[in-house]
């Protein structure tokens, strides 16, 4: 893209997980400052990532995603169910079933509803989760309540499971930061959970390169996961977060499903 063009995004959110999204035929070589320009939310439209939407060498659809803050982010769950919905409404397709490529592979989106409802029902296929990044030495004392167990977890995006008694008590604002550096240059996604039945999660999440959100979709498919490992939840877990419920199934793959609601359209100027 040699020359500056307009653009049309739509905007999205899964929980109160704000997504940008447009379809290009390759992702601009300035997508990391289009991304710090139009998530920042005093200056330009406000978002958690901009996705662009692209076509593989097979012809699926291509999920690119960059973090509010510019960084690439391999995968995310509410963004792709976000990325499902804004499939459908451009394509014109009711109960959308596709195949999306990622970073982190191949990911299957169901939607649930045709492309001028407001909101729709997705699932997304989130893989088969793999070992996650090394905590040893990590100080669990600044985390400042007792931190009751501990566990990371990769799914294409690497992920930092803590289980507390009340996450609304800890300052996430300052514990996030701090313990995702310690995983530099990567860095790492921090949740903090409490167990509230074998059905229940509750999860404040702290995400690489977007910080404090309302939800992460990838989190929570971590924490019930994670959860399930340690037999505290059955397989098929609410995760209440502070944008509203998220449900997993855990298995291979695990099962992300929530409501995906449509806000706004936009046009924007992209060159690169």
Request: aromatic fraction near 4%.
């Amino acid at each position: 893209m040699g020359k500056t063009v307009s653009v049309h995004l739509t905007h999205h959110h899964g929980l109160g997980n704000e997504f940008l999204i447009g379809f290009v035929d390759r992702v601009p070589g300035n997508g990391a400052d289009l991304a710090r320009h139009l998530c920042d939310r005093a200056t330009g439209i406000g978002a958690d990532g901009l996705v662009f939407g692209t076509t593989d060498s097979t012809g699926r659809p291509l999920f690119t995603l960059f973090n509010s803050d510019g960084s690439r982010a391999e995968v995310s769950g509410n963004g792709l169910r976000c990325f499902g919905q804004a499939l459908a409404r451009r394509d014109d397709v009711t109960d959308l079933d596709v195949v999306v490529d990622t970073a982190a592979g191949l990911r299957h989106i169901v939607v649930d509803g045709g492309p001028a409802d407001v909101e729709v029902w997705a699932t997304v296929e989130m893989g088969v989760v793999d070992s996650g990044p090394s905590f040893e030495g990590l100080d669990l004392g600044l985390v400042g309540v007792e931190v009751l167990d501990v566990e990371s977890s990769d799914l294409g995006n690497p992920h930092l499971v803590l289980r507390v008694d009340d996450p609304d008590a800890v300052d996430l604002s300052v514990v996030g930061p701090t313990i995702e550096a310690y995983f530099a240059p990567v860095g790492c996604n921090v949740h903090l959970i409490a167990v509230e039945d074998r059905a229940t999660v509750r999860l404040r999440p702290w995400e690489r390169g977007a910080g404090l959100t309302e939800a992460c979709g990838s989190g929570a498919c971590a924490a019930a996961h994670i959860a399930h490992g340690w037999g505290l939840v059955d397989g098929l877990v609410d995760v209440v977060m502070p944008g509203g419920v998220a449900t997993v199934a855990v298995g291979k793959p695990l099962r992300l499903t929530g409501p995906t609601t449509w806000l706004a359209d936009h046009e924007v100027a992209v060159g690169g």
